[in-house]
């Protein structure tokens, strides 16, 4: 590929950022700048990548961080709160960042931003992450800066703390793995290292004021899903099915001794919400080729170099 200038990655210790590091390890862009406030997750990723420049601070305020946008030729925005049982870090760590980037970059006159925001932008759920993710998206498309807007579903691979990784780790735990009603719920994971390549795609071609739905390209149940998992970590775990409103009260159980639990009464509720997304050509728009899922399952649990390695949550 010609060559890349300068990146910002913000928000970038997490399971994207970390598997860009890796993707853009290879790749003809030697200065790379990922800023995130989880001191031990960038730890992780200075290990792994002792070439890339990590900068330790909190977005949601203004500091020296806002330096490193100078003379970059393109930010990657991945900063958001995934979950949380009140709407304070929402705001705090997706939207409020979100304005803190916008003005660093219009500051320094950055010329490109590929926003990652999330395809439930465009679905049915009204949780807290669903309208900050709105509303972030909205702050990118009124900013007047040239950007590209892609939105990925749910997303699995190497670092992955939260979603399949968390799930991955609960199994090999405990003797029963517990799933809510039938867990018959349509599922479209993409596999993060197919979306780090339609990053790495954009950073070249650089689309400017268009908006991609990202969406794996091959429909699962949860259930089935799980299934997969299972088998690829050789997990001994019985699966079995619950009541929902059980469930529901479990994870609000929980969340009485976790303040900040894996998985949230919320996030349940848009489990079984039954969007389904659309699928858009973007194998030959980025010019990517999908990874089959039971390639990218294996793939994730099974690599020598990254595999083994668990963010801190």
């Known amino acids: 590929m010609s060559e890349i200038g300068k990146i910002v990655i913000t928000g970038g210790a997490g399971l994207v950022g970390q598997n860009l590091a890796a993707r853009l ?139 399949l990784g968390w799930l991955s780790r609960f199994m090999q735990r405990a003797p029963v793995f517990p799933i809510p009603g039938d867990g018959r719920y349509l599922r479209q994971p993409l596999y993060v290292g197919d979306f780090c390549d339609i990053i790495v795609s954009c950073l070249k071609s650089r689309p400017v004021a268009q908006t991609f739905d990202i969406t794996g390209r091959e429909r699962i149940d949860y259930i089935d899903m799980i299934r997969e998992i299972k088998r690829a970590i050789n997990a001994r775990c019985a699966i079995v099915r619950i009541p929902y409103g059980l469930f529901d009260s479990l994870l609000r159980l929980w969340a009485v001794f976790d303040k900040d639990p894996p998985f949230t009464t919320e996030q349940l509720a848009a489990l079984v919400a039954g969007d389904v997304f659309d699928v858009i050509d973007w194998e030959r728009i980025f010019g990517v080729n999908a990874t089959p899922f039971t390639v990218a399952i294996d793939r994730t649990f099974h690599d020598p170099r990254y595999s083994h390695i668990v963010l801190d949550f």
Request: glycine letters at 6%; one cysteine or more; hydrophobic letters at 45%.
């Open 25 to 163: 390890e290879g790749d003809a862009c030697r200065d790379v700048v990922i800023i995130d406030k989880s001191a031990a997750n960038l730890a992780v990723l200075q290990r792994l990548h002792p070439q890339v420049s990590t900068i330790c601070a909190d977005l949601a305020e203004h500091g020296a961080w806002e330096q490193q946008l100078e003379g970059a030729d393109a930010v990657v925005m991945l900063q958001a709160q995934i979950g949380a049982t009140a709407r304070a870090p929402f705001v705090r760590n997706t939207v409020v960042s979100t304005q803190n980037v916008m003005g660093a970059i219009k500051a320094r006159g950055t010329p490109y931003l590929i926003h990652v925001s999330s395809s439930v932008v465009n679905s049915v759920a009204n949780d807290l992450y669903t309208t900050t993710k709105r509303d972030q998206e909205r702050l990118v498309a009124q900013s007047g800066i040239p950007h590209v807007v892609l939105r990925p579903t749910l997303m699995f691979g190497w670092f992955d703390r939260k979603h």
